[in-house]
Structures are given as structure tokens and as C-alpha cells.
């Protein structure tokens, strides 16, 4: 495939300006201005590990909380996969990882399904990394997937470190994403059995 698979979301609301785009054929590079800087360096790791080409800029009331920021972001991010992904045709649909970050180890398994959910197993041991509230990881993650269309599962399997925690599964996330976003050269049509995702 000669063209890129680019999907790009200007999103604007009383909360947020989103700017953003997302391009699957990358060499993962990230330009990530979200104003919420634990989050920058998330996504700069989904961007890098699943070989995407990111461009994000946030313009969020951070001055209430970081709350509107990360769904918004995470919706925008779910609309452009969504686009740029297209009909799925001739890419493999699923993705798994399981990502060891030092003492933490981190499943996430996903399928581009066109049914978006998110099963989280994950028990942070901190409310906060820095001035990061960590209750907005889960929110990121379902914002993502139901407006991806995508299942998504996330599973601690151990761990006590909650930036490492976070960031395994930020990691783990770009890796199954970039697999089930990769063409399957055996496969030519959509990847399902019913003939449409």
C-alpha cells in the first residue's frame, strides 16, 4: 500500500480545541502538546512503540482539572484510528502485548472489532503520579475504544510502581495496536467472517 492511512479530527467544545492527527503508516514520530504533561509522555510511547505518526495539540480548562482534556483526547484519538483504519480491509484485526516494565507486567489484548469496549483490570497503587490524576487512565482507555470501535482489554498481572504500571500498558497498547493495524499479506479482504467490521 503506497498511501498512508492518515485520520485527522479537529474537535472543539466549551471544554476543549482538540487538533489532532494520526498517521498508521508512520515511523513514530510525535509532536504531543496535550496540556497535560504525564499524558504527552503516554502517548509519545503509544506513537513510538506501535510506529505511528502522532501530531496533537489540547487547548483544555486544566485549570478545574485534567479530566476534559484526556477523554476529549482519548475520543479524538478513537474518531482518527477509526478513520484512518477505514474498512480494515487486508490487516491482521488483532493485537496483543504483554509488556514488562521492570517490576510491572501489564497484558493488553485488543480486536479491531467495530465494537467498542474496554475491560480494565488494573489496580493503580497511587491516586496520582506527579499532578497526574490516575483515575483518568481508564477514562482515556474507553473513551478511545468506544469511538474506535475497538475491544479492548487491559490487565495488570503484577506490579507496585504506578507510572510503571501506566506506562507498560501505554506501551502495551502501541504495540497491539501497531499489530492489529499491520497488513496480513495472506489476507486481501475483510478480516471477519461475516464480511464487514
Known amino acids: 500500500m503506497s498511501e498512508h492511512r492518515v485520520g485527522i479530527i479537529a474537535r472543539k467544545t466549551r471544554e476543549t480545541d482538540i487538533q489532532l492527527r494520526l498517521d498508521l503508516d508512520g515511523v513514530g514520530r510525535w509532536q504531543i502538546a496535550s496540556g497535560v504533561p504525564f499524558l504527552d509522555h503516554m502517548l509519545s510511547h503509544v506513537a513510538a512503540h506501535g510506529s505511528f505518526d502522532l501530531e496533537l495539540s489540547c487547548s483544555g480548562d486544566t485549570q478545574i482539572d485534567d479530566h476534559h482534556s484526556v477523554e476529549d483526547i482519548g475520543i479524538a484519538m478513537g474518531q482518527a484510528l477509526a478513520a484512518a483504519v477505514g474498512d480494515k480491509r487486508g490487516i491482521a484485526r488483532y493485537g496483543q502485548q504483554l509488556l514488562p516494565m521492570d517490576e510491572a507486567l501489564v497484558l493488553v489484548?485488543?480486536?479491531?472489532?467495530?465494537?467498542g469496549y474496554l475491560a480494565y483490570d488494573v489496580a493503580l497503587p497511587s491516586p496520582r503520579v506527579g499532578d497526574f490524576d490516575t483515575e483518568l487512565v481508564p477514562e482515556f482507555l474507553r473513551a478511545l475504544a468506544h469511538n474506535a470501535g475497538l475491544t479492548l482489554h487491559v490487565k495488570l498481572e503484577h506490579g507496585h510502581n504506578t507510572h510503571h504500571i501506566i506506562e507498560a500498558a501505554f506501551k502495551g497498547?502501541?504495540?497491539?495496536?501497531?499489530?492489529?493495524?499491520?497488513?496480513?499479506?495472506?489476507?486481501?479482504?475483510?478480516?471477519?467472517?461475516?464480511?464487514?467490521l
Open 109 to 115: 489484548a485488543l480486536d479491531l472489532s467495530g465494537r
Open 173 to 196: 497498547l502501541g504495540r497491539a495496536l501497531g499489530q492489529a493495524v499491520a497488513f496480513d499479506p495472506r489476507r486481501s479482504g475483510i478480516p471477519s467472517t461475516k464480511g464487514v
